[in-house]
């Protein structure tokens, strides 16, 4: 028999890998891989493009349909800059806490989940326990969808996926979805008493931005549909946070960069409004390219993360309910991979260990008793796929 480590063994394990977004995971991978291993389950790697990150899921117990599947990122946010009272990449239990990057958001799910497994080898369940380990989710989850394809494409059908963002381990069952694009808004330099001859970017630019703010007055003066009605502001928004260009006040600018992003409330589809932006940037190019054939407006999609609609009768929220007791419900603003489970016909839900608050904060935590919660939330899990 391997050893049989505790779940903050294995918390201690998965923080001890600076899994930065920007970096590799596959060092946290092979290790993730080989404990697998050691309890008889094998594990299936999808990389990305350049093959220095990688997804990984497994199954533990039959191949059967109507298993659950636990979810979660192995990336981290970074810690530059960040004040840190004690070394962010170990473990350090202080006042019923434990710090480190990442034990909020979320190693401490996936540690609890891991240790999930040899439970359900060892307790010889009827239903597999299904596990889902993905990349670059802080950066707009845009790691999870090849992997959670592959799964669907796989393995036998299970009939929940459990996304263990931090929720204090509550049911979230709805969340807005999104995307967004980078904007290269290409003008033609005149001076600016040329105006006419010329296309400055930024004022092209502008007529963008407009768009997106009268979309903004129109949403909101919408009635609120019911599902809508449950996220605030009940209403889809669109917002550019960053934006540069230009070289003078005297010449029409020749480029404007923007971006640009939509937080999509569930009802209203994340790809209609991207296609309803792209049109109107194919209209306001076709006035730019009239005065001058080489303007032109670009676009880079740089994520998108469907959004989690709250399901009548879901079995991912009855199993929550049944394995945690909790009766409410709950919508939460941030965008999660559950919307993407859910987009390839899983039923899904949110719930794990932890505050939200905590996660990408200097000095992250996880409280003891939340981890603690989670683990019998675990164990309810493995007994229950017994049955
Ligand atoms: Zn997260």
């Keep these: ?20 977004s920007r970096g590799s995971n596959l060092d946290l991978v092979d290790w993730v891989e080989s404990y697998l291993a050691s309890w008889g ?25 109507g298993g659950v599947i636990l979810s979660g990122h192995s990336d981290v946010v970074p810690v530059d800059g960040q004040d840190w009272s004690s070394d962010p990449w170990t473990v350090t239990e202080r006042d019923g806490r434990l710090y480190g990057r990442g034990t909020c958001d979320m190693k401490g ?12 080898v060892q307790r010889g369940v009827k239903r597999p326990l299904q596990f889902a380990l993905s990349y670059d989710e802080e ?7 090849p992997m959670i394809a592959e799964m669907a494409r796989t393995l036998p059908r299970a009939s929940a996926a459990v996304i263990g963002e931090p929720s204090r381990m509550k049911l979230v069952n709805g969340h807005k979805g999104g995307t967004g ?26 007529r963008l931005i407009q768009w997106m703010n009268d979309r903004n007055d129109e949403n909101r003066a919408k009635p609120v549909t019911e599902i809508a009605g449950l996220f605030r502001p009940p ?7 960053q934006i540069s260009g230009g070289t003078a006040h005297n010449i029409t600018a020749a480029d404007c960069r923007f971006v640009m992003e939509f937080r999509v409330v569930p009802g209203e589809s994340v790809e209609d409004w991207a296609a309803r932006f792209e049109a109107e940037c194919t209209r306001v190019e076709a006035a730019m390219k009239a ?12 994520f998108v993360v469907p959004a989690l609609t709250p399901e009548t ?71 229950d796929l017994a049955q």
């Design 291 to 302: 005065v001058r054939p080489e303007a032109a407006v670009l676009l880079d999609r740089i």
């Design 235 to 241: 209403f889809t928004t669109l917002h550019s946070g």
């Design 139 to 145: 950066l707009g989850c845009t790691g999870a969808p």
């Design 109 to 120: 799910f996936v540690a609890l989940a891991l240790a999930a497994v040899p439970l359900a």
């Design 313 to 383: 009768n879901g079995a991912a929220e009855a199993l929550v309910r049944r394995l945690t007791g909790d009766n409410g419900t709950m919508v939460v603003s941030y965008g999660t991979e559950a919307g993407q489970f859910q987009a390839e016909g899983y039923s899904a839900v949110v719930c794990g260990p932890g505050d939200i608050a905590q996660a990408h904060q200097p000095d992250e935590y996880l409280e003891v008793s939340e981890f603690e919660a989670g683990w019998r939330f675990m164990q309810a899990l493995v007994e």
């Design 41 to 65: 389950v094998a594990a299936h790697r999808v990389y990305n493009e350049t093959g220095d990150k990688a997804a990984l899921y497994a199954s533990a117990g039959p191949a059967v349909e």
């Design 1 to 20: 028999m391997p050893e049989q480590l505790t779940p903050r063994q294995i918390l201690d394990r998965l923080v001890a890998f600076p899994t930065v």
């Design 181 to 206: 694009f980078w904007v290269h808004v290409k003008g033609f330099e005149v001076h600016s008493s040329l105006l006419p001859e010329g296309v400055s970017a930024i004022m092209e630019a502008a």
